[in-house]
């Protein structure tokens, strides 16, 4: 069915007006907080790659100030060295000094050595004795000497970097050891924060700058009173604090223990968000015309469908019974299916109950020509005939009296019940058994175990007897006896109150016979699901298990049971599970 969309349709102008009002507001109330969110994620996405290029250079400079301890530990094992300071021979001094020399030398960028112990001062011999004392006499030296110290870097932009390390922390002498370091190396780490900020200054650890760049007075001493007050210990490590007009991101070196505090106002954070905040109003505008531009045939796909679903639904009712075809992936067209599978079970509902009412007019047919097998006739009167042959007349009255039995209980066609009284149906099967015993010379022992008391009630009819024609044609004839072994074969048929199913019959038919394997029960069960009862009788059959089960399961529905089970070593369980019926008017 071809989809068709009304131009003048109610519901597709409710939407439409309804749908731009949504966008339109949808746009400008998501652009603000978009715009919000979309500047807080650039700032802290900012602020982590400062921290990490911050942290990389304290790091960097860990790794240059690492290099120049090991180098400054071993300067003290040398055994020369420490032999000589050792024995303190005046005359040994300038071996000292050309030693320290050689051993500056040794290292990349050591300029000068200076050895301070209580007895006297060894320098190489590239520094005076007037330029080693004034290093000696030095502010920093001096504040450094009267403190508890381990190891100590002194940065000035004018002169050298100092290292001064303790001596009986890396040796068995004792004072002080200084190396005079070209700064190359320490300052360009330092001045490579100008790659990436443009206000920054590192301290040393005595919270005195060592280089400043383009860092302010204010932001100097509002960084100062941060370094003097209560949380002061958080520039122990990265540690990142604000004011008014901009943020400070301050990284420590854990070897030097100098700081990097970087500064960076807000106004830089603001020129990288005008061009992205101009770029996104600008897509959200784009966006806005956009969606108007798109929305009519939008609409159209959503009503056309509904459109199409409705006219459908109005014309059912009067005979288009068309299935609905509606292709748009979406609830609409699961509308659709719900429809059109509604359709469908309506028209098969309407075409099992005239199959069912079919059925069961064959059924009643079917009850009545089925109850006598053409074979069996046959069978009987040709025994009679066997019989008048042998001039055997009380026999013939027997089995001919036993077959004017059946055939008057299956020419009952005046009465259209399905069920029949425990009573009748016994006494057909033991007509049938008499008749049997003259067919067959074989004798099998019929064992009748019925509680009298049961007599009376109803069963559906022929349930007995093609049972127990089962168990003499397939548990003892097509297997000539052989199954028994010496046994005598005997069919038992017990008919009693249900003892697990209150209010029930249960009838029994067990035989000792070649039994029924489980694929033969597996093809029974599989044929009553499936039973055609035309085809049945039209083909002449007697009645079988699947013919049982079939009607069982039509005529009682869910009061019934039957089950089929081997017996042990051999033979068949055939129980059959009734509920007690007293009137089998009910049934008609």
């Not at 505090?261 to 956009?290: D, G, K, T, W």
Request: hydrophobic share 40%; with cysteine.
């Amino acid at each position: 069915m071809n989809l068709k969309f009304t131009q003048n349709s109610i519901i597709g102008s409710k939407l439409q007006k309804n749908t731009v009002r949504l966008i339109l507001a949808a746009i400008f109330i998501t652009a603000i907080p978009l715009i919000v969110l979309f500047s807080n994620s650039k700032i802290k996405n900012s602020l982590n790659q400062l921290n990490v290029i911050g942290s990389q250079a304290t790091q960097q400079l860990d790794l240059e100030a690492t290099n120049i301890i090991a180098y400054a530990k071993l300067i003290p094992t040398d055994k020369q060295l420490s032999a000589l300071i050792a024995e303190s021979n005046p005359a040994d001094k300038v071996k000292i000094e050309n030693k320290l020399m050689e051993l500056s030398g040794i290292g990349a960028n050591i300029q000068n050595i200076i050895i301070n112990t209580s007895e006297e001062v060894y320098h190489s011999v590239f520094l005076t004795d007037e330029e080693a004392q004034s290093i000696l006499s030095s502010d920093w030296y001096t504040s450094l000497y009267a403190s508890d110290f381990i190891r100590f870097f002194y940065y000035d932009q004018n002169g050298p970097l100092y290292f001064c390390i303790r001596l009986d922390d890396i040796s068995a002498l004792s004072g002080e050891m200084i190396l005079l370091i070209r700064p190359e190396n320490f300052a360009s780490i330092m001045t490579g924060a100008d790659k990436t900020f443009s206000h920054y200054l590192w301290l040393n650890n005595q919270n005195t700058p060592v280089i400043n760049c383009n860092f302010s007075d204010n932001e100097y001493a509002f960084l100062s009173k941060q370094l003097q007050g209560d949380q002061k210990t958080l520039f122990f490590g990265d540690y990142m604090f604000h004011n008014t007009h901009g943020i400070f991101l301050s990284h420590r070196s854990d070897i030097t223990r100098w700081k990097l505090v970087a500064f960076i106002p807000y106004s830089e954070f603001l020129r990288e968000f005008i061009p992205m905040s101009v770029i996104l109003l600008l897509s959200l505008f784009l966006l806005m015309i956009l969606s108007s531009w798109l929305l009519r045939p939008v609409i159209y796909n959503i009503i056309s469908p509904i459109e199409t679903l409705s006219r459908h639904m109005r014309e059912f009712p009067y005979g288009d019974t068309m299935p609905i075809e509606i292709h748009t992936n979406d609830e609409i067209e699961d509308l659709s299916h719900a429809f059109n599978d509604m359709a469908d079970t309506l028209n098969e509902n309407i075409r099992l109950l005239l199959e069912e009412q079919k059925k069961e007019q064959i059924l009643k047919y079917g009850l009545h020509i089925s109850q006598i097998n053409p074979h069996f006739i046959y069978n009987t009167m040709n025994t009679i005939n066997y019989l008048a042959r042998k001039g055997r007349c009380n026999d013939i009255v027997v089995v001919n009296n036993a077959l004017i039995c059946i055939l008057k209980d299956s020419l009952r066609i005046s009465e259209h019940s399905a069920f029949d009284s425990i009573a009748c149906e016994v006494n057909v099967t033991r007509q049938y058994l008499a008749i049997q015993q003259y067919s067959y010379p074989e004798t099998i022992s019929i064992i009748w175990d019925v509680d009298p008391a049961l007599e009376s009630c109803q069963i559906p009819k022929h349930i007995l007897q093609p049972i127990v024609e089962n168990s003499i044609v397939h548990g003892f004839l097509n297997d000539c006896f052989e199954s028994l072994c010496g046994e005598d074969p005997y069919i038992h048929l017990s008919i009693c109150s249900s003892a697990d199913h209150a209010g029930k019959i249960c009838i029994t038919i067990e035989d000792n016979g070649i039994g029924i394997n489980m694929e033969a029960y597996e093809k029974i069960v599989k044929e009553s699901e499936h039973f055609d009862m035309e085809n049945e009788y039209n083909r002449g059959k007697h009645i079988g298990l699947a013919n049982i089960r079939w009607r069982l399961s039509y005529l009682l529905k869910e009061e019934q049971e039957l089950l089929i089970s081997p017996c042990s070593p051999h033979g068949t369980r055939v129980v059959i599970f009734l509920p007690k019926i007293r009137d089998s008017s009910d049934h008609s």
